[in-house]
C-alpha cells in the first residue's frame, strides 16, 4: 500500500468528467454547476446557462471555470458526454448513431471527431476492442 500510495507515476481510470477536482473554498459553486451539467449534458447548453447557475457573467465563469477545472466548459461537457456515450457503447444492442444522439451529440461526424480526439479511436474501434 505504502507503493501505491506514493507512487508519482500513476493514471487515473475514470473519465475526467467524473473525476472530483472541487476544492472546499469553491465547493458550492461548483457543486451546483456539476450537478446542473451531468443532469443537462444531452440538451444544448450554452456557456450563459451554465454562467446563471454560478451567479456569475459569461465572461467571468468562463476563466473561472478554466482555471478550476484546467479546461473549457465546452471540454468538460465534451468529456462527459464521451463517457456516458462509452457506457452506451458497452452495450451490443444500441447502434452507433443512436450513441451518439443519446450521448447529446447532434451530428455523428462530430462524435466521431470528439471520439477520435479523446482516445485515438473511432467509436466502432472502441466498442471492438472493448
Do not use: W
Not at 24 to 45: C, W
Request: charge should be positive; aromatic fraction near 14%; glycine fraction near 4%.
Amino acid at each position: 500500500l505504502n507503493d501505491l500510495g506514493t507512487c508519482e507515476d500513476f493514471e487515473y481510470i475514470s473519465s475526467d468528467g467524473f473525476m472530483e477536482r472541487i476544492s472546499s473554498i469553491e465547493e458550492s459553486r461548483l457543486y451546483k454547476v456539476h450537478h446542473y451539467i451531468m443532469n443537462n449534458f444531452k440538451k444544448d447548453l450554452s456557456l450563459t446557462q451554465v454562467a446563471d447557475i454560478a451567479n456569475m457573467n459569461a465572461s467571468a465563469f468562463s476563466r473561472y471555470f478554466k482555471k478550476s477545472q484546467k479546461k473549457t466548459l465546452v471540454q468538460y461537457i465534451n468529456d462527459i458526454k464521451i463517457g456516458y456515450a462509452c457506457k452506451l457503447l458497452m452495450k451490443e444492442d444500441i447502434s452507433i448513431i443512436e450513441v451518439c444522439f443519446e450521448s447529446g451529440f447532434k451530428n455523428v461526424s462530430n462524435f466521431n471527431k470528439q471520439f477520435r480526439k479523446k482516445y485515438n479511436l473511432s467509436p466502432k474501434e472502441y466498442r471492438a476492442k472493448m
